[in-house]
């Protein structure tokens, strides 16, 4: 039992690690009572990313479609840097996450944060669907438990780490910057690395 769930906790930090820069930049964009919205999203979008990955394991192997087609999520880091780089020239109050999803029809902020979470997730199926064959049912359930724990700790350190004053004070002077770069990559690295610029392009050519 405690072998599965340091290895379940091992497996978990090894896939969500490098969401902790996202977290930390969407969290020190938050005002006070909007950080439940990344909270809900990001334990929505990974309980999908798990569920799926348990499934398929069992055997329901149609559940998931090509993987350039999952790369197609990277669209929306990408679109979202896009916009917070042009809302950013055309007015500085409005150039971040919150703001570009606070009205029309997307205005809850955690949509947001599940497609993010989905897209930068696609690699993680590799991972979890041959950890969960390896498994009986009783370290399954472990296993989940230990993931939805660990999903906590993450964004609380998240959450802390935005809200240190040398960590804020670099985000909001640089801002500006820091912000689209970081979604702009996430979305190019998203799409490149399920190969959907390669699918897309023998489409065209």
């Known amino acids: ?113 599940i497609f993010i979470v989905l897209s930068s997730s696609a690699d993680d199926f590799s991972i979890y669907v041959p950890y969960f064959t390896t498994l009986n049912t009783t370290e399954i359930l472990v296993s989940i438990i230990v993931f939805l724990i660990m999903i906590g700790v993450l964004l609380y350190v998240g959450y802390r780490l935005a809200n240190l004053d040398f960590v804020s004070e670099k985000i909001e002077k640089y801002e500006r910057w820091i912000v689209p770069i970081v979604l702009i990559g996430l979305g190019i690295y998203i799409m490149f690395e399920n190969g959907t610029f390669n699918a897309l392009f023998s489409f065209t050519f």
């Open 1 to 113: 039992m405690i072998s599965t769930i340091l290895t379940a906790a091992a497996i978990y930090v090894a896939t969500g690690i490098d969401y902790l820069v996202i977290l930390i930049i969407l969290f020190s964009q938050t005002k006070k009572g909007q950080e439940k919205h990344i909270w809900i999203g990001k334990y929505v979008g990974t309980i999908i990313v798990i569920g799926v990955s348990l499934l398929v394991a069992l055997g329901v192997s149609n559940l998931i479609p090509q993987q350039w087609v999952i790369g197609l999520l990277g669209l929306l880091p990408l679109y979202l840097g896009i916009k917070i780089w042009v809302k950013g020239e055309e007015d500085a109050d409005e150039s971040n996450i919150l703001s570009i999803f606070s009205s029309g029809r997307f205005n809850q902020l955690f949509v947001t944060v």
